[in-house]
């Protein structure tokens, strides 16, 4: 049997690549230090005999007992309001943390994957992004705690491979949306549904008129799996390309709910990128891998999912 580490494993991502890999019959080792997880999120798993939990967190030394032959490495807050808050937890998760796990595949011999991001395309100059684009970040800027940890995680990642002749695959996620989300982690999918279901307004940040291309759960799982499978190891981008700007994405938002609020306007961030949509050619040539679910089904599926949350959830105020 397959053993697997996925670091991460109580947050969204992380928790859905469990159950996929419980699904195709590996023994899933879960480990999280639940800064911004819930084990909510894979108490379902606990009673599985292939399912382990290791609560710790991945800066400190890494052991996993007995042979490990993949590693997805998802440990990291994620989303902007986390990763401002706990700028420090960020930068080491992503360079200490990375360097923690790629010794720990070196001494198992076993392949990893590592989680990075559409953010290392930071306020991108070419569109849509390529994966041959050096991208435009802002190292001193507010979002470049998360930036540069990405970028500094892929480059000692590609060092791992290429002194130590590690096994590596490097996921560039874009936009990625589903069930257990965090509501109130203010990332725009979970902020407008929550405000629409609690009867208030939605935030529009600046004017409206950056993009975002938001990818359902299942097509980025389905992509994890077969880069991780592949013999690439280069940096993929994995994602949804239909892009939106964010006012659009609000009266889809209030359509879908049918909540009678408006739109109101805040400022926007600093460096928040202008527009983002991935170029998945790589994607489609090497792994055989498009998005297949649409917007509107897969709002819908989150939608349902957040209307099953109590109201105690709903109002509880994280930030
Ligand atoms: P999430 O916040 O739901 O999950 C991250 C998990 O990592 C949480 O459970 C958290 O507790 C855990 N964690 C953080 N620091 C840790 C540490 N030091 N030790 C152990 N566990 C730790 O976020 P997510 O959306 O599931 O993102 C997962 C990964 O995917 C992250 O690496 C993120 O950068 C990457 N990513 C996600 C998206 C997206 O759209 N969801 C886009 C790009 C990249
Ligand atoms: N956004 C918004 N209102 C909100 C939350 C986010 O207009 O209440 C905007 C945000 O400024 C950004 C886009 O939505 O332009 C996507 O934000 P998110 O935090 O989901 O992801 P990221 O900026 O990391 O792509």
Request: proline letters at 5%.
């Given at each position: ?190 902020a407008f549904i929550g405000q629409a279901l609690r009867g208030e307004d939605l935030t529009i ?44 994405f609000a009266e889809e938002i209030i359509k879908l709910t049918g909540t009678n609020q408006k739109v109101v306007y805040h ?47 709903l ?5």
């Amino acid at each position: 049997m397959k053993r697997i580490l996925i670091t991460g494993a109580a947050g969204f991502l992380g928790s859905h690549l469990c159950d996929r890999f419980i699904k195709e019959g590996y023994f899933v080792i879960g480990m999280d230090n639940l800064i911004t997880g819930d084990l909510k999120n894979i108490e379902h798993l606990f009673k599985d005999k292939n399912f382990e939990f290791y609560h710790h967190d991945i800066t400190k030394f890494v052991h996993v007992p007995g042979k490990l032959d993949y590693i997805l490495h998802f440990a990291s807050p994620a989303s902007p309001i986390d990763y401002l808050k706990i700028p420090i937890q960020t930068l080491k998760v992503g360079s200490l943390g990375t360097h923690n796990l790629l010794g720990l595949a070196r001494v198992k011999n076993a392949r990893i994957l590592i989680a990075s991001t559409s953010e290392v395309y930071g306020d991108p100059l070419v569109h849509p992004q390529t994966e041959e684009y050096y991208g435009n970040v802002n190292t001193i800027g507010p979002r470049g705690v998360y930036d540069e940890a990405k970028r500094f995680q892929e480059s000692i990642t590609m060092a791992y491979h290429t002194f130590h002749g590690v096994e590596t695959r490097i996921v560039r996620i874009f936009n990625t949306y589903g069930p257990r989300m965090r509501l109130n982690d203010g990332r725009v999918i979970p902020a407008f549904i929550g405000q629409a279901l609690r009867g208030e307004d939605l935030t529009i940040f600046g004017d409206g008129s950056q993009t975002r291309s938001f990818c359902y759960v299942d097509d980025q799982v389905e992509g994890i799996f077969r880069l991780l499978h592949s013999d690439y190891h280069l940096p993929v981008n994995i994602g949804n390309p239909d892009e939106i700007t964010i006012k659009d994405f609000a009266e889809e938002i209030i359509k879908l709910t049918g909540t009678n609020q408006k739109v109101v306007y805040h400022p926007l961030p600093i460096n928040d990128p202008m527009q983002r949509q991935p170029d998945t050619t790589k994607a489609r040539e090497i792994l055989g891998w498009e998005a297949k679910v649409s917007r509107s089904e897969g709002m819908k599926i989150t939608y349902d999912y957040f209307k099953t949350l109590s109201s105690e959830e709903l109002l509880k105020e994280e930030h």
